[in-house]
């Protein structure tokens, strides 16, 4: 499979290729996000990569990984390289990435960089194609930030039992590219396509190196480079992640301040208590 390139801008491919993007209305995909919150109340499902356990992986990874098992499962021989940029593309979806192809519309204005539910609700249930060159045993996955023009190029480059990710910004010299490499081993230990969270392990240490040294420093640049009323914030996080922070990391005294700051929180802490 090769990796082919991609852009949003019909007018730059022309018309035969103008079919190929996909339009996505986040309007009624928020109308299913919250049908599916009215069927799944349970705050402890992991919403986040890294709120996976060893017997539970988070919602959009679990979703995600199943499609990709399913599609290409009786096509190739899926590697742990494979499994480990799924969940790495994952990732970029919970910092505001989306893949090439994909144009949002959004009638409320512009989508913020940062994880939105919707998105991940989209693309979780969407594996892009041609992401790894066999010839060069490496992996490429074209993404941008919604509401912002650059394009950004993810590379893994395969080194013994190492994964070499590279993150660049597209035709912009005074960004600097974020490079990690990664021990595919600790995170996919084994294959098991029946128990997927057996399969994936440390997902917590991989989401921070990640999101730390890759994704959040270029989305950060990009952001500032763009517009700082795009920076993503606390208040811009969904309720049910608002929830599971809050539980998960404050104790009653910090939440009972923290719901004195604003009416919204005021409500999620109520929740907590």
Partial sequence: MEPTLSGRDSSEVGNT????????????????????????????????????????????????????TQRYQHEV??????????????LALETGFIPEGHVLEDAQGVLRPGFDRRLMHIFSAIVPSNLYDRVNRSYRLDVYLPGIEDNCALVGIKSGDFLCLTFTILQRSDMLSQS??????????????????????????????????????????????????????????????????????????????????????????????
């Fill in 17 to 68: 290729s103008a079919a190929l993007y996909v339009t996505h209305n986040l309007e009624t995909v928020a109308e299913e996000c919250e049908d599916d919150k009215k069927a799944n109340n349970d705050l402890k499902l992991g919403v986040l990569v890294e709120d996976s356990t060893k017997s539970q992986l988070s919602k959009y990874l679990a979703r995600l990984l199943q499609h990709f």
């Fill in 77 to 90: 021989e899926i590697s742990s390289f494979d499994l480990l940029f799924m969940v790495i593309y994952c």
């Fill in 180 to 273: 990690i490499l990664l021990p595919v081993s600790r995170y996919i230990p084994i294959i098991n396509f029946q128990k997927l969270n057996i399969s994936c392990q440390n997902l917590k240490d991989l989401s921070c190196r990640v999101k730390n040294n890759i994704f959040i420093p270029i989305r950060d640049a990009l952001c500032q480079a763009s517009s700082p009323s795009l920076y993503p914030s606390l208040i811009e996080l969904p309720d049910e992640v608002l929830v599971i922070l809050l539980v998960k990391y404050l104790d009653r005294r910090s939440i009972m301040r923290l719901g004195a700051s604003c009416s919204r929180l005021k409500m999620l802490t109520d929740i907590c208590r």
